[in-house]
């Protein structure tokens, strides 16, 4: 089988070649054809028709502002798979750019599995109803989706989360420190998030920490769309190191964390790394998101758990000191410090176990010879 593959973003391509692994030992036969980025393309053994360095644009005013590449970027991928003529078209997060691939493949005949659902849920519900229309088989990782399906009367996979995979499949580094000229202070982690409309709002916040942490040592994760020398541009002087592709090395070895809301709040979660969560983004993005989005939190492990076990810091309430108090709770308060590990302990019930890769790649299989 061909088995074409669509991630945007970074934690889309790390799910994306834990996938593509997986079809390969469920299919002998598969072949691949990518969008996404570097994991994938090493999985793969080839180059990305687009990387994700050129797709990741999040935020209402941003994505506008980057409307004549994300056309380029869809005429380019719509080319492509009419040229490719895929068995499957998988499709892996990244909404606002896969649904109007998944509207094209269907017009064509093409079969779309959607891994990783659109967060309907979250605004404008009735897309529901044309997630119906247009995607064959969608497979969801979060335990309440189903339910929320079902409401809809459509009937989806869950297959678990993929971080529980890809943080199974990990091995840690036990010299992490010392490969990285770390010395024996307790470890602030930051992570600022993959996208640069995010780095530059937040980078600056989280810098500021390292007066007021003189006990401690900051690591800044970086991004690997990025180098040095940018991360540098916010860091100056100051004794801050940047690690590169170790991010779970680096919260594994973590005090308490600093974490943008995303993906990457779930994996400091199922690490059990005391966390605040922080995010801004243009104001008026911000303000049109207030106005649609239902939801009563952005972190995925206060979405999942269902209440706050985690604190969100947004916007205007996401300043140095803001993030250095609770961080100070976090690390000094055991009562507090322990409550959020208690909640981790909830989230983990409801994650399950690993083995998402290799379920959805089971049912892709199906499908593709049913």
């Known amino acids: 089988m061909k088995y074409y593959l669509i991630a945007g973003e970074t934690s889309g391509d790390l799910h994306g070649a834990n996938l593509i692994k997986a079809l ?19 999985e793969a053994n080839q180059k990305a028709l687009i990387h994700t360095s050129q797709m990741a644009f999040m935020g209402f005013v941003e994505v506008v502002m980057n409307i004549r590449s994300i056309a380029r970027n869809l005429k380019t991928v719509k080319q492509d798979i009419l040229k490719e003529k ?76 993929p971080l529980l ?94 974490v943008t809301s995303g993906t990457a709040t779930l994996e400091t979660g199922i690490l059990k790394v005391p966390q605040v969560v922080v995010y801004k983004a243009n104001p008026l993005s911000i303000m049109i998101a207030k106005a649609v989005i239902k939801v009563k ?17 947004i916007q205007n309430d996401c300043t140095t000191m803001d993030i250095a108090d609770e961080l100070d709770d976090l690390i000094n308060k055991k009562e507090h410090r322990e409550s959020v590990l208690e909640n981790y302990d909830i989230l983990a019930e409801k994650l399950g176990s690993p083995g998402a890769s290799e379920k959805t790649a089971k049912l892709i299989v199906k499908y593709s010879t049913d």
């Open 24 to 42: 390969k030992k469920e299919d002998a036969d598969a072949s691949f054809r990518i969008v996404g980025g570097d994991q994938m393309e090493a």
């Open 86 to 161: 895929p068995d499957t078209l998988v499709l892996i997060d990244f909404p606002g750019f896969n649904m109007k691939i998944a509207s094209f493949a269907k017009q064509h005949g093409i079969r779309v599995c959607y891994y990783i659902s659109p967060k309907v849920w979250a605004w404008n519900q009735k897309r529901v109803y044309k997630i119906k229309k247009i995607v064959d088989h969608l497979f969801c990782i979060l335990p309440f989706e189903v339910d929320f399906y079902k409401q809809y009367n459509y009937e989806v996979d869950y297959v678990g989360n």
């Open 165 to 258: 995979d890809a943080i199974d499949a990990y091995t840690f580094n036990p010299n992490f420190r010392a490969d990285n000229g770390l010395n024996e202070k307790p470890i602030i982690a930051l992570l600022p998030g993959s996208r640069k409309m995010e780095i530059d709002k937040l980078l600056p916040e989280m810098v500021g920490l390292y007066y007021l942490f003189p006990g401690h040592q900051l690591v800044v994760a970086g991004a690997p769309n990025f180098d040095e020398s940018y991360y540098r541009s916010y860091l100056g002087d100051l004794p801050i190191k940047v690690v590169f592709n170790q991010t779970y090395d680096l919260l594994k070895n973590a005090d308490a964390a600093v």
């Open 297 to 313: 939190f952005i972190s995925l492990v206060n979405l999942i758990n269902g209440f706050l076990s985690v604190r969100e810091l």
